[in-house]
């Protein structure tokens, strides 16, 4: 029976102390692992085995070989070189987007956090507002509106992306407000600039980091989502949601035009997930799969 | 109850405005090039005297509660204007593409449950071992795929290569539900389900894995309860409760996500209605599309809450907070 198994005092003690001596191993791989990914977009000019940009109608759509590792798209342009070309949009604006909502929301938060009163209604009032539309839809408008680019899309996503850490970030303020120890500093002295951004930021910023780890993938996704409508990057930027976008009515004669850049967004994708997993257990290994359940509901 | 019942309905009002709000200021601020847009999509000619001609017409050179006032009334009575494409009434086309994304919602919803719960209920009985592994990483797999390409690997595996279901969900000519073969629901079903289940997936596994820790499972399995009985009588129970505001709340979430998939698979709902419409700058279609999917989320969010209330006893019985 299974019930044996997890009422076995010895099993659970073994698997125990074998997930603990996993995580530091794992936060090392996958940190590893993501500094490769953005090691290819940074170096991705010195990478690429052919101009990404260069069409020779001669090549048009061969499929992946020797030559061109991922084959080439309809103009002959070589895919793996568009690929590692792309890495720079999807991870340089993905950063970009989660730096944004982060410090925006963090300051919203630790604001209505501090000062509570009117101001405090206002500011939640108005992210319950944003809250309340659903998934993409509000982004979709704004990106609509602002026309295409990956700047507005980014701009577009970090409407809705900002309110998550708002909320976070006002709940863990609070928190600390209460706290002995920042009584103690105020009567040493402290400004409240000192308090807040030596005192409360620093206790505060975990859960935070955290959360905008596991963001980086999602936000990733929804950002190629946005280029793959046409509301992000423009053609003939080599970004992976546009090239799938473009190559689209190739997924019979051609799939590996489509296939490659979806690869890519995959594995690149991945690794950031995986690494804000690890980055999750590794802070708070009690609250394993829990914190999830949380955000969860918060999002509502 | 009801107390809750109605401090609910009262909260909701400075939400429902301040979606108005951020609605119509979006439109607003982008007011000088929706005129343009139209006068493009009517093909005038566009000079500053046209443009001008055309504002006053509209009523946009008034100032911005003025409008606001007026695009509510017709928010109200459903009268929210036509569409500079089509030139149809705008409520009238987001009514009629409706049906369409709610059925494609529910195909979903359903399939993620059915996926969902027996995997995750198998993943956390079987902890650690090879069976829980295996869900994990396909459940992982699973979050990391944007849904645009599970859709085109779907299409290239199911349409393209094997033949056996069709690539494109709408019959040419109709609109709205009459349009939808239903051999075409199952690829965008499939689509939207794969994300869900992956992420629900996890959740139950950690539900029941948390529940199966609690002292009173320990106490029936002393008492030579089946493992069974357990899981079916106690565990599901609380898996049921998390369940029910979740789906609620990703019925809200896929209502509003299903744009791409909705593009991808010519699936002729109101995602595809926003973007067709997006790209044509058909600005009332979107300000509609906008201000209506908020106030059907809002609403489901709300029916989700006071399930939640309803079923949980901890929740209904231990006071209105």
């Not at chain 2, 349009?179 to 689509?191: F, K, M, N, R």
Request: proline residues 4%; charged residues 15%; positive net charge.
């Amino acid at each position: 029976m299974p019930g044996g198994t997890t009422c076995d005092g010895h099993i659970t003690v073994r698997t125990q102390r074998v997930r603990r001596n996993h995580t530091g191993a794992k936060l090392a791989v996958f940190a590893m692992l993501a500094v490769a990914v953005l090691a290819v977009a940074v170096l991705a000019p010195l990478l690429c085995p052919y101009d990404p940009y260069a069409q020779d109608l001669s090549h048009a759509l061969e499929a992946p070989s020797s030559a061109h590792l991922a084959g080439t798209d309809r103009y002959g342009r070589d895919l793996l070189s568009r690929i590692i070309v792309g890495s720079q949009s999807s991870v340089f604006f993905t950063l970009l987007l989660v730096v944004m909502v982060a410090v925006l929301g963090t300051a919203v938060g630790v604001v209505c956090g501090w000062k509570g009163g009117k101001l405090d209604v206002v500011l939640m009032r108005t992210s319950d507002v944003f809250l309340a539309f659903p998934g993409l839809v509000f982004a979709l408008a704004i990106a609509g509106v602002l026309g295409g680019g990956m700047i507005n899309a980014v701009l577009a996503l970090a409407a809705i992306g900002w309110p998550k850490y708002a909320r976070i970030a006002r709940g863990l303020t609070l928190a600390q407000k209460g706290e002995p120890y920042l009584a103690a500093a105020r009567l040493a002295g402290c400004s409240t600039a000192q308090l807040v951004f030596s005192h409360i930021l620093p206790n505060i910023a975990g859960p935070l980091l955290v959360t905008a780890m596991l963001d980086i993938g999602t936000m990733m996704m929804e950002l190629a989502g946005l280029s793959f409508l046409g509301l992000g990057a423009q053609p003939p930027v080599a970004e992976w949601g546009s090239m799938m976008s473009e190559n689209r009515s190739l997924l019979q004669t051609a799939p590996w035009t489509i296939i490659a850049p979806g690869i890519a967004i995959f594995i690149t994708v991945m690794v950031f997930n995986l690494l804000g997993d690890t980055v999750r257990d590794y802070m708070d290994p009690e609250q394993r799969g829990r914190r999830k359940d949380k955000d969860e509901s918060e999002e509502a | 109850m009801r107390r809750y019942v109605i401090r609910r309905l009262l909260q909701l009002i400075p939400i429902l405005i301040g979606i108005t709000l951020l609605s119509f200021g979006m439109m607003y601020l982008a007011g000088g090039d929706a005129v343009t847009a139209l006068l493009e999509n009517q093909g005038v000619a566009v000079t500053q005297e046209v443009i001008d001609a055309k504002k006053h017409e509209l009523g946009l050179d008034q100032p911005f509660m003025v409008q606001y006032l007026s695009w509510f009334r017709g928010l109200v009575t459903g009268s929210m204007g036509t569409s500079y494409v089509t030139g149809k009434d705008v409520f009238q086309t987001f009514v009629s593409k409706l049906p369409a994304t709610i059925l494609l919602t529910l195909t979903s919803v359903i399939a993620t449950v059915v996926v969902a719960v027996p995997l995750g209920i198998v993943a956390a009985t079987r902890q650690n071992k090879f069976v829980d592994y295996l869900i994990r990483v396909l459940s992982f797999v699973g979050n990391s795929l944007p849904n645009f390409f599970v859709a085109l690997l779907l299409i290239f595996v199911f349409a393209i290569t094997l033949g056996w279901l069709p690539s494109i969900s709408a019959n040419i000519g109709k609109t709205g539900i009459a349009a939808i073969s239903w051999t075409g629901l199952v690829l965008p079903t499939a689509t939207l389900a794969i994300a869900m289940a992956s992420k629900y997936t996890r959740q139950i596994r950690a539900t029941v894995l948390d529940e199966l820790g609690k002292p009173y499972v320990a106490g029936a399995r002393a008492r030579g309860v089946s493992e069974g009985r357990i899981l079916t009588r106690s565990v599901l129970k609380s898996v049921m409760i998390m369940l029910v505001t979740l789906l609620a709340l990703s019925i809200g979430d896929l209502l509003g996500g299903t744009a791409i998939v909705e593009t991808i698979f010519q699936w002729d709902g109101v995602g595809k209605l926003a973007v067709d419409s997006i790209v044509m700058r058909d600005y009332p279609m979107i300000q509609a599309y906008v201000v209506w999917m908020a106030i059907i989320y809002v609403m489901v969010n709300l029916v989700a809450d006071l399930l939640y209330h309803y079923l949980d006893p901890r929740v209904r019985l231990g006071g209105d907070d």
